[in-house]
T-cell receptor
Framework: DAKTTQPTSMDCAEGRAANLPCNHS???????VYWYRQIHSQGPQYIIH???NNETNEMASLIITEDRKSSTLILPHATLRDTAVYYC????????????FGAGTQVVVTP | GAGVSQSPSNKVTEKGKDVELRCDPI?????LYWYRQSLGQGLEFLIY????????KSGLPSDRFSAERTGGSVSTLTIQRTQQEDSAVYLC?????????????FGPGTRLTVL
């Protein structure tokens, strides 16, 4: 997978937007950016993915820079249930779904 | 709808015993993956099944590990002669048809402890 760099941790106040950055400067033209999260003692949860256009779903928005070297996951109104480790990954096109997670960002949402 | 389910949620066993871990994927999902996650570590791919194709076993760490998927649905991961280093959370994920293999829906995992 293309290497990604994320901050180790970040705090966010409940009800505020959480903006999670990710650098992926070695991304290739046909590689997608995926975001997953893992709440403590649960399995990973798919959030969103994108290629070059911004994407939005019921969980989050994904903003990808024009040069595709970085992206930001936005949780528009963070809740306490959003406390989790968030993983930004760029799977290789021929990885056949064999996901690899790095250390991710530990997000703590506080009241 | 129902998500991916795994059983048991926790399993404690003695070194040398065999264990079976079960995964029920989301109905209609054609691909199924097994991973393990050790304490504080990332995901380690083990094996995946795609439809009727031969499974990709390239991630199985030793011949003590095996898996099968019956009828294109339920899967069982078997670990023979368990060792302490097998202690981990074993995760199963399934993928709906006609979407990217990187969009996976995970179960809650089975926490295996080998004493």
């Amino acid at each position: 997978d293309a290497k990604t760099t994320q901050p180790t941790s970040m705090d966010c106040a409940e009800g505020r937007a959480a903006n999670l950055p990710c650098n992926h400067s070695t991304i290739s033209g046909n590689e997608y950016v995926y975001w997953y999260r893992q709440i403590h003692s649960q399995g990973p949860q798919y959030i969103i993915h994108g290629l070059k256009n911004n994407e939005t779903n019921e969980m989050a928005s994904l903003i990808i820079t024009e040069d595709r070297k970085s992206s930001t996951l936005i949780l528009p109104h963070a809740t306490l249930r959003d406390t989790a480790v968030y993983y930004c990954i760029v799977p290789l096109a021929d990885s056949w779904g064999k996901l690899q997670f790095g250390a991710g960002t530990q997000v703590v949402v506080t009241p | 709808g129902a998500g991916v389910s795994q059983s048991p949620s926790n399993k404690v066993t003695e070194k040398g015993k065999d264990v079976e871990l079960r995964c029920d994927p989301i109905s209609g999902h054609t691909a199924l993956y097994w991973y393990r996650q050790s304490l504080g570590q990332g995901l380690e791919f083990l094996i995946y099944f795609q439809g009727n194709s031969a499974p990709d076993k390239s991630g199985l760490p030793s011949d003590r590990f095996s898996a099968e998927r019956t009828g294109g649905s339920v899967s069982t991961l078997t670990i023979q002669r368990t060792q302490q280093e097998d202690s981990a959370v074993y995760l199963c994920a399934s993928i709906p048809d006609r979407v990217s293999a990187d969009t996976q829906y995970f179960g809650p995992g089975t926490r295996l402890t080998v004493l």
